[in-house]
């Protein structure tokens, strides 16, 4: 199985999103798209090849819709 490396960046975008919408909608919602966020990234452990392939902006990025 492979592992998934959140860079610095991504983790305090995370964060400042739950915070953007907690402010909005709810505490709640935010919990859960955020959640559901990680959980979309963590499944790249079962199929790490899902998405495209941005080696232009970071070496081994994928990306993918959500």
Request: with cysteine.
């Amino acid at each position: 199985m492979h592992s998934i490396m959140y860079a610095p960046e991504a983790e305090a975008q995370l964060v400042a999103l739950y915070f953007h919408i907690a402010a909005a909608p709810s505490p709640e919602i935010a919990a859960n798209y955020t959640d559901d966020l990680v959980q979309q990234c963590e499944s790249l452990k079962t199929f790490p090849m899902r998405g495209a392939q941005r080696d232009d902006i970071r070496p081994g990025l994928r990306v993918f819709g959500f």
